[in-house]
């Protein structure tokens, strides 16, 4: 139940601190952090993959429907949310652990690090690409995912390392 | 078909993926459009309150540059004022000569540009008040300074972008001014002390100033175009030889909570002579 609730508060949160903070940034016309996507890569490894894509959608849309972007969020959080069993897979192979939050204290800081780092990207290439919806200004656009995962994966690790610290 | 069962139950999580997918491009293209996505968007109500909840903070956040953009239309407002003041003034002296026309437009030949007061002293003997203008924005010494309710001072040194402006509170200042209406002139200084008020001399004993009147810039001067308030005259006292009186005026404008303020920078004598020459044929017409 305790677990239910903590779940409910970081999907609010994380969805609150996105539509309300981090949709307004705009680093050097660049990079746009999305942090909600934390609540997808660090929910424990045995969520079922069906229930975990469908909270994706249900988070991703939350945020689409406050940045007007019906359907982008959405479908970039359903497709990590879609790989996520197969990176953990790749990238946390221990088999003894019977379940986990993935996180640096079980995965080690690096692996984690890489782990987020490939979800994140993921997520972005999809939602730039979603958003633009043409590759007509790739160079740009492929500035864009690269500056804005580089910042998403530092508020991802600094979550993490506030959390670790505690 | 129990072997079909348990071959689509386990891709079951492609099943759900690629409806979810098909979900998203179906409401990314949908409602593409602005005027159907108002349920998923930012017009739904729900959606809304919570953004106002957050405009209201944010326009908080901004009060600054909203500050900064109503001082700039408030100078531009002043200008006008004093503009539409000159031409008033010019159709009213139908009888004056044109000469004299033009003389008072060349009173109010001002431009006035708005500034902030980022420092200020209220309290000493001699104190000054730093504005976020300098001489790249125009601001040269010896320009008259206004705020919103009435004169401040007079612009004593400058930087590049900074100038320092000597108040009426300060023990060097003296400005002329004169009772509205009235034509006699003395000159207001402050003596230390109370912020509010300060003392005009030299005004003839003969001027009949009652409490209550409004005292004014004189327009004798260059910094100050005729008429920009002072204060208002509280109490008349008889000099000691008994030719003049000394008034206490209390002060229109408040020093303690001063924040914005006007640079009256007064047109050089290029802008004027085209001022004059506009003003000619107009005369000439009468």
């Known amino acids: 139940m305790e677990r239910i609730l903590t779940r409910i508060a970081w999907f609010v949160g994380l969805a609150l601190v996105q539509v309300l903070l981090l949709n307004n940034i705009c680093l050097f016309g660049l990079a746009t952090p999305f942090i909600y996507i934390y609540f997808i890569l660090a929910i424990d490894r045995d969520t079922d993959r069906n229930a975990l894509m469908a909270m994706a959608f249900a988070l991703g849309l939350l945020v689409d429907v406050f940045s007007n972007t019906p359907g982008v969020n959405a479908g970039a959080s359903v497709l990590v949310a879609f790989f996520r069993p197969g990176l953990l897979r790749l990238f946390a192979p221990r088999e003894e652990f019977e379940n986990f939050e993935p996180g640096i204290s079980v995965m080690g800081v690096w692996p984690f690090v890489r782990y987020v780092t490939v979800a994140v990207l993921l997520h972005h290439s999809a939602l730039f690409l979603l958003e633009a919806f043409s590759f007509a200004h790739i160079g740009f656009l492929s500035l864009r995912i690269l500056c804005s995962t580089l910042l998403t994966v530092l508020l991802v690790m600094s979550i993490e390392f506030i959390r670790h610290k505690r | ?286």
């Open chain 2, 1 to 286: 078909m129990n072997n079909l069962f348990q071959f689509l139950y386990k891709q079951l999580h492609w099943i759900v993926f690629i409806l979810l997918e098909t979900i998203c491009f179906v409401l990314l293209f949908s409602y593409n459009n602005y005027q159907s996505s108002v349920y998923l968007s930012t017009a739904n109500r729900m959606t809304a309150r919570l953004l106002k909840g957050k405009h209201k903070v944010t326009t908080y956040l901004g009060l600054v540059e909203q500050n900064q953009a109503l001082a700039e239309q408030n100078a531009l407002l002043q200008q006008h004022i004093v503009e539409l003041e000159a031409m008033v003034a010019a159709h009213h002296l139908d009888s004056l000569s044109a000469v004299e026309a033009v003389s008072r437009i060349h009173r109010a030949g001002y431009q006035v540009s708005p500034a902030q007061v980022i420092d200020k002293s209220i309290n000493k003997v001699d104190n000054y008040l730093t504005l976020d203008r300098g001489t790249a924005d125009g601001v040269a010494p010896d320009m008259g300074v206004m705020g919103v309710d009435g004169v401040v001072g007079i612009v004593y040194k400058c930087t590049e972008h900074y100038s320092l402006v000597m108040p009426l509170l300060n023990s060097n200042s003296s400005i002329s001014c004169k009772v509205l209406g009235g034509d006699h002139f003395g000159y207001l200084r402050w003596q230390g002390g109370d912020p509010r008020y300060a003392m005009l001399h030299d005004l003839p004993r003969y001027s009949a100033v009652e409490p209550g009147d409004t005292i004014v810039t004189s327009g004798s001067s260059s910094f100050f175009p005729e008429g920009v308030m002072v204060g208002i005259a509280q109490e008349a006292y008889p000099s000691a030889d008994g030719l003049y009186v000394t008034l206490k005026v209390q002060l229109s404008t408040q020093f303690a909570n001063l924040e914005h303020a006007f640079v009256m920078r007064k047109m050089d004598a290029e802008e004027l002579a085209a001022l004059q020459e506009l003003l000619k044929p107009k005369n000439k017409k009468r």
